[in-house]
């Protein structure tokens, strides 16, 4: 069974970082998209960026394209977020997501994803 535990979330100021971590564990990392994703309260959740099993194919919502990064370790089962010039729109629960496929491209749908973390929380004050 697959388990993803988020950590690095908290509050920042706007213009500020945060660097979400994600490590994976029951399944064999390496072979499988990953994904951040996030949901404010009374909002859908929504992608914010994926990668592909090797890393080298990465994805992100127009809104965070230039100021988030996302990474793997597939040595360490882990993918990290890094997120720079926050702002408060950016505040909400972040999730990482691990793909149902193995070998899959960093798709963006919610449903290509079959495992979740509980979630961490950012939150950007003005």
């Known amino acids: 069974q697959v388990q993803l535990v988020e950590s690095g979330g908290g509050l920042v100021q706007a213009g500020g970082s945060l660097r979400l971590s994600c490590a994976a564990s029951?399944?064999?990392?390496?072979?499988?998209?990953m994904g951040w994703f996030r949901q404010a309260p009374g909002k859908e959740r929504e992608i914010v960026a994926a990668?592909?099993?090797?890393?080298?194919?990465?994805y992100y919502r127009d809104s965070v394209k230039g100021r988030f990064t996302i990474s793997r370790d597939n040595a360490k089962n882990t993918v990290s977020l890094q997120m720079n010039n926050l702002t408060p729109e950016d505040t909400a629960s972040y999730y990482c997501?691990?793909?149902?496929?193995?070998?899959?491209?960093?798709?963006?749908?919610?449903?290509?994803?079959?495992?979740w973390g509980p979630g961490t929380q950012v939150t950007v004050s003005s």
């Open positions: 990668i592909n099993w090797t890393g080298d194919r990465t």
């Open positions: 029951g399944r064999t990392f390496s072979v499988y998209a």
């Open positions: 997501a691990m793909g149902r496929s193995r070998y899959a491209p960093a798709t963006s749908e919610l449903a290509d994803y079959g495992s």
